[in-house]
């Protein structure tokens, strides 16, 4: 969105203060400058997407072909959490004297997990 912004918003000043030496560059749109800085900038959104199409397309193809994009469809259904870091990454419980106010919410609760292992809670405080 900035690429565009700058095109439409650009004002005479700022563009003459950043390339002195030179009147008559392009300036924003909406200032009064037409639209042949638009038109530069929606040329280098094109240039940017052929750019990544051709070197991040053949990359991913190659990966993919590969089966370096997925994870198994057992991994998949336990969550990468459990299966590729050894634990929950938040444990979640209702607990109904929370710090907002006394009400019912959704707190975090302090979890040990071992890796391997189904996560203990803590013994209560009381």
Known sequence: MGILFTALFARKKYVNEVYPGREGRPYGLFMG???RLLAAHVL???V???WVSCTMGPLFY???KMGLLRISAEDEMAGMD???HGGFAYAYHDDESSSHGGGPGLMLKNVRVEPGTTPTPPASQT
Do not use: A, C, F, Y
């Open 33 to 35: 400058g037409g639209g």
């Open 44 to 46: 280098q959104i094109v």
């Open 48 to 50: 940017i997407i052929g």
């Open 62 to 64: 190659g990966l993919n």
């Open 82 to 84: 459990l299966t590729r």
